[in-house]
């Protein structure tokens, strides 16, 4: 994978030869549904150190144009030192859009669960691109993309994890409710718990009956920024509120914990929730 220069801040007055800068050992292509869609841009970071017995953890990271390189660089770093760090070398899975910028709108549909209502309109009066599209998208990476995955790189199955923040800490969570079985560990970063409300109260209800049939082995963190507490959803009270009701059921093989990141916001959080999620999903110590 390449980040290429802004030409405009490069200029002429510097001779010296300029080349764009690489992230290491990363490699992308894109990937299109087969429900024809979206086409996705899958950027793929494999560790430098040999594989566990078992193969490397594997984090699958939403929102990849805008965090994927962040996620890299914290995964090198710590992996390299599991016995310090307290963190595996793990391959980083971003899943991305076919865009220069940060942020697709084709999000909105992906990481939302189908509703009979739905928000129309942003704050600021725009309006907002079409939803529902979460389970689609989830079948996208259960059927598609994780197939692809295992027969390219060594993995341990049993040490799968998905991040999402903001909308993508919603789909985390709806992913939890709807197939807790998917993945190991469920990180919702800052999650839009506001979006939806009832569907995703109906899903909770249902979770936990399943739970209580037989047990699933799937170990959940929400983290939030301290300032966020004063933004209208108050989804810091409705995320503590969420891992307070999971955590009192004492569901067999569910852990869940809840974390607010002093002094931080709904965007500064990131790189905190990225460097704690490394040691949650890859700890040495299963």
């Known amino acids: 994978m390449t980040f290429q ?21 990363s490699e992308q292509w894109t990937m299109t549904s087969q429900s024809g869609r979206h086409a996705y841009r899958i950027m793929v970071h494999q560790p430098a150190e ?4 078992n193969g490397y953890p594997v984090i699958y990271l939403l929102d990849a144009n805008s965090v994927f390189g962040t996620m890299v660089e914290a995964v090198r770093i710590q992996g390299r030192r599991p016995e310090k760090t307290g963190a595996l070398p793990a391959i980083v899975v971003g899943i991305g859009y076919e865009t220069a910028g940060p942020f697709s709108p084709h999000r909105y549909y992906d990481f939302t669960p189908q509703a009979t209502t739905a928000y129309t309109h942003k704050s600021d009066g725009t309006p907002i691109p079409e939803q529902g599209g979460a389970d689609a998208f989830l079948n996208f990476i259960e059927q598609e993309l994780k197939p692809d995955i ?3 790189y060594r993995i341990d199955r049993n040490r799968q994890a998905i991040f999402g923040h903001s909308l993508g800490g919603l789909f ?3 992913a939890l409710f709807t197939r807790p079985g998917a993945f190991r560990y469920y990180i919702a970063g800052s999650p839009s718990l506001h979006w939806n ?5 109906s899903e909770e209800r249902r979770f936990v009956e399943r739970m209580k049939e037989g047990p699933v082995d799937a170990r959940v963190w929400i983290g939030m920024g301290e300032h966020e507490k004063t933004h209208p959803a108050r989804n810091n009270d409705k995320a503590s509120s969420l891992a307070d009701r999971l955590s009192s059921l004492k569901l067999t093989g569910l852990e869940i914990r809840y974390t607010e990141f002093e002094d931080e916001n709904h965007v500064s959080v990131l790189p905190f929730l990225i460097s704690r999620t490394i040691r949650f999903a890859c700890s040495p110590e299963r």
Do not use: F, K, W, Y
């Open 172 to 174: 985390v969570i709806h």
């Open 150 to 152: 295992e027969q390219q």
């Open 197 to 201: 409300q009832e569907v995703m109260q």
């Open 5 to 25: 220069p802004d030409s405009s801040l490069t200029g002429t007055l510097n001779p010296i030869a300029r080349s764009t800068i690489l992230v290491p050992r």
């Open 50 to 53: 040999p594989p566990p017995p």
